[in-house]
């Protein structure tokens, strides 16, 4: 009687567990944060003669804002754009917290 009521509360420990586990586990959707990054430099008045195409280095601090952390591109009035539009803006959405940093490129057409 002992084995049994041992093994009974036993599986009922592993089960707990392993259901504790996957509690935690959340869905974000991956692309929430690029849609968000998308709304906020939509709508530019820069006056470009042709699409300009570059990769911004970004971060999420603790408080869900994203920070700028290089804008691979030439064109200053893009940069300071890129920049003045996205750094240390909240966002709604969140990221799993493997990625410390991310690369995400932007297209700006002319």
Known sequence: MK?????????????????S?????????????????????????LKLEEDVVTNVLLTLNDDKEL????IECENKDVRAYIKSRLNYRKIKSSMESKFENFVMPVRIKA
Not at 3 to 19: A, K
């Open 3 to 19: 084995r049994i009521n041992f093994l009974m509360l036993m599986f009922i420990f592993c089960v707990g567990s392993v259901l």
């Open 21 to 45: 586990v996957n509690a935690k586990i959340t869905t974000e959707d991956p692309s929430a944060v690029k849609n968000e990054i998308e709304k906020l430099l939509k709508d530019h008045d």
């Open 67 to 70: 920070v700028v952390l290089l």
